[in-house]
């Protein structure tokens, strides 16, 4: 009668080789412990607070052809009917009170862009 034969791989580097089945099935099963991962607790939060609502942007608006401080601390609405009299994009220079450094910080030209191209959409705000 004819063998059967099986590759083995249970090797150790040295390659798979062919082994009859029988004395395959004469080896014991080898049983492996099962592979566990244990966490650990996390600990309780604190409740959170919730975030303080944001506070309006606050703008302040310089000429730059007569180098003078057209209106501070005004709102967006007033920000932009100040915008409406200017000429171009580049006539005015525009800042946004920043609460955490306490400084006012100028707005880039692709901002101050934006904000050229929301001028007479807006209704009119008295300078505040």
């Known amino acids: ?8 791989t249970e090797t150790k580097g040295t390659g798979a080789h062919m082994v009859p089945l029988e004395k395959l099935l004469q080896q014991p099963a080898k049983e492996r412990d099962l592979a566990t991962i244990t966490l650990a ?3 309780s939060r604190d409740p959170v607070e919730p975030p303080e609502p944001p506070v309006p942007l606050r703008f302040k608006v ?3 052809l007569g180098a003078r401080e057209l209106a501070r ?3 967006l609405r007033a920000a932009l009917g100040l915008l409406e009299d200017m000429s171009t994009v580049l006539d005015a220079r525009v800042y946004v009170w920043m609460p955490i450094p306490r400084r006012w910080r100028l707005l880039t030209l692709d901002e101050q862009k934006l ?3 929301f001028r007479g959409r807006a209704p009119a705000a008295p300078v505040s």
Not at 1 to 8: G, I, N, R
Request: hydrophobic residues 50%; negative net charge; without cysteine.
């Open 73 to 75: 601390d005004i709102s």
């Open 41 to 43: 607790p996390q600990p």
């Open 1 to 8: 009668m004819a063998k059967t034969w099986v590759l083995d």
């Open 62 to 64: 310089v000429d730059v």
């Open 115 to 117: 904000l050229w191209q």
